[in-house]
Every structure is written in C-alpha cells, then in structure tokens.
C-alpha cells in the first residue's frame, strides 16, 4: 500500500505551538535518556537475548510469541518508572523526550522505545490527576516507531507515522495519530477510540475485543481479522486482496471485490455498514466466550 505524505494542517499548527515550549533537553529528559540507556537495557537484556534468537527464525509478523515477549519487556520497563521517579516527569517532559529520539535511534535496542514510551506514559497517567493529554512529536524518525501506546490507558496524540502493532491490547483512553500505521494497528483492543489521520497496513483491527478505531485514510486487507467486538470505520479506499483469509477465523464478507474476515462487531466503509454482527446475549453476559 502506498503511504502518503503528511498534509494535515494540525501537523503545522502543533509543531509550531509545541516547539518553543517542549524542544529542548532540561534535567528530567536526560534523566529519562539515562534510563533507557542503563538501567531499562540491563533490565531487558536477558529478554532481549531471547527476541534475537525468536526473530532467526520467526516469519509471522504478528505472531504469539512476539506478542508475549514484547509485552514481558513492557513489564520490564514498567519497573522503571516507580512513583518517586513518575512524580519528577511531566507531560511535557514526555514531548521533550520523544523529540529526543532521533539521537537514539542507532541503538540495537531502539526498536522498543514503543514499549518504553507506553511504560512512561501510562505509568505517569496512572499517578497523575487530573488526566493529561501526552503528545509525541516522532515526524523526524527515520524509522516509524513500532509499538507504540501499547497496552495504552492514556490520551495521547502523535505527529508522525507509527509502525507494525500500535495500539496493542489498549484498554482505554485515546490515540490520535496524525500520520500513517503500519499493519496491525490496535490488534486486540479492549477499549479507547483510536484514529489515523492517513492510512494503514494490513490486519487492523485484529481480534478486537472493544472500543473504536476511524482511519481517514486507505486501508489494507484482514481488516477485523478475528474481531469479537467493536466497531472500525474506514473513510478511505480499501485494497483490492480478493479472497484473502486470516487463518482460525469463523465469517466471511467481501465486497466489490474486496475481503474481510470477523466473528462480531461493526466495520464502516465511507458511511455505509459493510458489516454488522451483534454478539449474543449470552455471550455478552459470559463475557469469556469468543
């Protein structure tokens, strides 16, 4: 699927109110730098010693074993982030940070920022009241950060296009990205309402449980691949993959040519409901039958 461009005009109007306020490197930020270089790799290493060994062989982009050790480095990083340390950190120390990455990015490691990032942010989001809305400026990456706002609980807002499984088993909150995602964006969703302001890969929506996802943009295939609940709307086009299935999957629609393959929930295409399938009654109650 071919990505474009960022054009939307809140780009320009965030960037420019955010630059003189967030784009500098002040004590906490460095503080934040230091744990991730130290104390957070040293915690992982073991872990990621493991992942080097899966990624040999592994050839499933989202597999199960990626999903479980991912989620094992996020707990990992949770740790990091006690509430002494939380309470020095703010929102905007947040920003200031992931304005910080582009020096980062050449590390081995870099490519779990996007669970460091969810560790902070929901970790902060969980101690602080009133709830904060987190902005992420990563536009200047050379690599769309994977991962991001995983397990998210928070409201957050990114500039930038993000990579493979944002939004990952989110339980609450918002994410707002204006730019493009990558595939499997909000695989196994609980909760929260998610929007791209481009467009997205392949398998969005995988096995989603709850909540929203709108993509403004063009999508690819599998999308509600094995969803069991919520709704995805889809105000773009939707490539052309006929006939092409997600393995362990009960259901079937296509359209103009074009497949999707779910169990319950909504998907929206330009207005019109393409699909609409209600859970029973007893499996709402018993809320553990898929």
């Known amino acids: 699927m071919k990505l ?11 960037e420019e109110k955010n630059k003189q306020k967030v784009l500098h490197k002040n004590s906490t930020v460095e503080m934040l730098v230091d744990i991730f270089e130290n104390e957070a790799y040293y915690k992982i290493k073991e872990t990621l010693d493991t992942l080097d060994g899966l990624l040999n062989t592994q050839t499933i982009c989202l597999s199960n074993q990626l999903q479980k050790i991912t989620s094992e480095i996020y707990s990992l990083y949770l740790t990091c982030f ?3 340390i939380v309470n020095k950190i703010r929102s905007e120390d947040i920003t200031a940070f992931s304005s ?3 020096n980062l990015q050449d590390r081995d490691d870099f490519f779990c920022i996007g669970p460091f990032l969810s560790a902070i942010i929901n970790q902060h989001n ?4 009133p709830k904060e809305e987190y902005l992420l400026l990563i536009n200047e990456l050379n690599i769309p950060i994977s991962g991001i706002a995983w397990k ?3 409201h ?8 493979n ?6 339980t609450g909150g918002s994410v707002n990205i204006i730019g493009n995602a990558e595939d499997y964006l909000g695989s196994n969703v609980c909760n929260g309402k998610i929007r791209v302001s481009g467009n997205c890969g392949v398998g969005c929506g995988w096995e989603m449980k709850n909540g929203e996802i709108t993509i403004d943009g063009d999508v690819d295939s599998l999308i509600g ?6 709704r995805i709307n889809i105000n773009g086009e939707i490539d052309e993959y006929p006939h092409r299935l997600a393995y362990g999957t009960t259901g079937l629609i296509i359209y103009n040519e074009k497949t999707t393959t779910n169990k319950y929930g909504t998907i929206i295409h330009k207005g019109n409901v393409i699909f609409q399938k209600e859970k029973p009654l007893y499996k709402k109650i018993f809320w553990w039958l898929k």
């Open 4 to 14: 474009t461009e960022i054009t939307n005009e809140e780009y320009a109007s965030l």
């Open 82 to 84: 006690p509430k002494k």
């Open 100 to 102: 910080e990455l582009i």
């Open 126 to 129: 969980s101690f602080k009241k």
């Open 152 to 154: 998210n609980t928070a």
């Open 156 to 163: 957050v807002r990114v500039i930038g296009n993000v990579g």
């Open 165 to 170: 499984s944002a939004c990952y088993e989110m």
């Open 225 to 230: 691949a094995r969803m069991i609940g919520g």
